[in-house]
């Protein structure tokens, strides 16, 4: 149980597009989910805290206009990179608790690979 | 903000020795202490954790020790094998809000 997936594994777009990243709880639900941001031989910082039916916590630094979250639903939370630069590829991982279980143990998806061409 | 120092960077040890690596935070209302391993390109995996209301956990070969005085918490890994070889992050969860801050990461070298 307590699987998160992610949508895309991977994708390259241009500079200046926009680019939607979905992150989803299979098994369980989840009223928060976190996005991080993993640049190459680096740890993963946390962008923001996804909030459902709530807007998102932003973390310092990280601009809440080109970074839009969404989470609609109690299994479905979106990160939107809008107008991509080259400087936001990075691998992009979301996480989420089962909070209905009690746990404290946070399940990763398995990430994607953004680039920025 | 929760500051977290991860040491060493790098740890480099033959199989079958130990390894040891250890984690300092900022908050003292922190009350869950994960480890978590990285693949290359993967995402991260819980290896153990341990709450702020027990001082050591084990599991086989890894264990983690936890001193909420000082506001550290350690990974041990005994009798290492090369698989074991991959970054290792801290990650203790900041109070308020849930959200783990992760370390800087820790990479480890078991040489055969």
């Known amino acids: 149980g307590a699987v998160v997936s992610q949508h895309p594994s991977w994708v390259i777009c241009k500079s200046g597009t926009s680019v939607k990243i979905e992150c989803r709880s299979l098994d369980f639900q989840a009223t928060t989910m976190f996005w991080y941001r993993q640049f190459p031989k680096q740890s993963l910082m946390l962008m923001a805290t996804s909030n459902e039916g709530s807007k998102a916590t932003y973390e310092q630094g990280v601009e809440k206009d080109k970074f839009l979250i969404n989470h609609a639903s109690l299994t479905l939370s979106t990160l939107t990179v809008t107008s991509a630069h080259p400087e936001d590829s990075s691998f992009y991982i979301c996480?989420?608790?089962?909070?209905?279980?009690?746990?404290?143990?946070?399940?990763f998806g398995p990430g994607t690979r953004l680039t920025v061409t | 903000g929760e500051n977290v120092e991860q040491h060493p960077s790098t740890l480099s040890v033959q199989e079958g020795d130990s390894a040891v690596i250890k984690c300092t935070y900022s908050?003292?209302?922190?009350?869950?202490f994960p480890w978590y391993k990285q693949e290359l390109g993967k995402r991260p995996q819980l290896i153990i954790d341990?709450?702020?209301?027990?001082g050591e956990k084990k599991d086989q070969r890894i264990a983690v020790t936890l001193n909420k005085t000082a506001k550290h918490f350690s990974l041990h890994i005994t009798e290492t094998q090369p698989e074991d070889s991959a970054v290792y992050f801290c990650a203790p969860r900041v109070n308020q809000g849930g959200k783990l801050i992760f370390g800087q990461g820790t990479e480890l070298s078991v040489k055969p």
């Open positions: 996480s989420a608790r089962d909070i209905l279980a009690g746990g404290w143990e946070q399940y």
């Open positions: 341990i709450r702020s209301n027990v």
């Open positions: 908050d003292s209302a922190s009350n869950y």
